[in-house]
């Protein structure tokens, strides 16, 4: 029987006229992939900090940039131009030599790169014949050099290799590379998360928005958690690692033009539960952008000029009611589809309206009848409300009776509601998003 790397490279892995430039290939188990768009200099900051993890890790580990845009008029001339000096920049690392026309710091950088034991390839998917098509994105440059990678490894699919995801502006620590490693050995994953936290920016306008959106986006996982979802884990690109194996599973990246890291973790999460890689993190940038339709760059952006900051969370009632949802499911599995409907209206009227639209009561008896042990039922359950459902319902239940509502209000309700003994000695008050912030981290600590 064909291993699940082989079929996956056999039936559905990326054709097209890419490939690995790369001066060696020999040896490599593992690939941290890194799509780059007009990421000149921030990549070299990025390839660098990879470059100051240990030798034994970088010797076994292929660092592949995806350089990548659009044809024009689809791409914009300067991040074309932009493309052009990142190629020529790998290329002059993969030859171990500097180049003209960038300053002194960066070609310090450069020599610390060419010096230590990184492991360099590029994929040119930005040059006149090699570009992206007109609407694909970012999911399908990270597929490319995943697919690319992922060929290296066929045959081998039990010795554990790992396809790592980074993004070009995100910093790592010196450790990164063995911390994760190492969890894959211990725990058997196919997939995993590793901790974040965004970097300070010097514009105070910047840091406010970055801080207070990393604040929403940790709330928001410790909410799903406190509705005992399996889905409760962040989804952010620069942070998923996976098995090759788990990757060939699942189909590979999805080719997206935004939330591929979403889509390709909710997934893995029907598999296996998503880890969480301990003893390090990595550093994304606080910029904004908007070259994505959402995200954290495209929040940033709307924070800066709409100040959404009292409206951007999701009203704590939501992750009770979900989470009274899937207790009654895991709790009464074999009940008739009709009674639970009952039962969901009176945890709340909003939740079976939703049930009732994505057809839950056809799904379910469905489930039922295909998967009669009560634990394949439950797995079934949640493979069907994934986090792509939950998701959707968390924005019913907002547009229908629960409107998002202020950080401060949000952060305390929920306090309250996972038993945290100590809020209220933490009184918030008008808090800065610094103080907001930390007041979820505590929160995840107490989870």
Request: with cysteine.
């Amino acid at each position: 029987m064909k291993n699940h790397i082989r079929k996956y490279l056999e039936d559905y892995a990326e054709r097209g006229p890419w490939k690995l430039t790369a001066k060696s290939l020999d040896g490599i188990r593992h690939a941290v992939v890194i799509p780059a768009l007009a990421e000149y200099p921030h990549l070299l900051e990025t390839l660098h900090s990879l470059a100051r993890n240990s030798p034994e890790e970088l010797k076994k580990t292929l660092v592949v940039c995806v350089v990548n845009n659009r044809a024009f008029p689809h791409a914009e001339p300067d991040d074309i131009a932009n493309n052009r000096q990142t190629l020529a920049i790998l290329d002059a690392l993969l030859k171990k030599t500097t180049i003209g026309g960038i300053d002194d710091e960066h070609n310090e950088r450069m020599e610390d790169i060419i010096n230590s034991s990184i492991r360099l390839a590029y994929v040119d998917a930005s040059s006149a014949g090699l570009e992206l098509p007109e609407k694909a994105g970012v999911g399908l440059a990270r597929k490319i050099g995943m697919d690319l990678s992922l060929s290296l490894t066929a045959g081998i699919e039990e010795e554990g290799n790992i396809l790592f995801c980074l993004d070009a502006d995100t910093l790592v620590e010196p450790n990164y590379l063995l911390q994760v490693t190492r969890h894959f050995t211990r725990k058997q994953s196919l997939s995993a998360v590793v901790p974040f936290a965004h970097r300070k920016s010097p514009d105070g306008s910047i840091q406010d928005a970055i801080t207070i959106y990393e604040a929403y986006l940790r709330y928001y996982v410790i909410g799903l958690k406190h509705a005992r979802s399996p889905y409760a884990f962040h989804t952010i690109g620069s942070t998923i690692v996976s098995s090759a194996r788990g990757y060939a599973m699942v189909r590979g990246m999805p080719k997206r033009l935004a939330a591929e890291d979403f889509y390709f973790l909710n997934k893995l999460a029907k598999l296996q539960p998503v880890g969480l890689v301990e003893g390090t993190a990595v550093y994304p940038s606080p910029r904004h952008s908007s070259r994505t339709p959402f995200g954290t760059g495209k929040q940033v952006g709307q924070l800066l000029t709409k100040g959404e900051k009292e409206n951007l969370f999701y009203h704590p009632e939501i992750f009770t009611i979900i989470r009274n949802w899937l207790i009654l499911i895991e709790q009464n599995p074999y009940q008739d589809g009709l009674e639970i409907l009952r039962q969901a209206k009176m945890i709340d009227p909003t939740l079976q309206a939703y049930l009732n639209e994505i057809g839950f009561l056809k799904a379910w008896e469905k489930l039922k009848k295909n998967f009669p042990l009560k634990s394949n039922l439950i797995r079934q359950f949640h493979a069907w409300f994934d986090g792509l459902a939950t998701f959707r319902l968390v924005h019913y239940l907002t547009e229908q009776r629960y409107p998002k509502v202020a950080a401060e209000t949000a952060i305390q309700i929920l306090q309250r509601k996972i038993g945290d003994e100590k809020a209220e000695k933490r009184p918030i008050g008008h808090a800065s998003p610094s103080d907001l912030l930390e007041q979820v981290k505590i929160m995840e600590r107490e989870k």
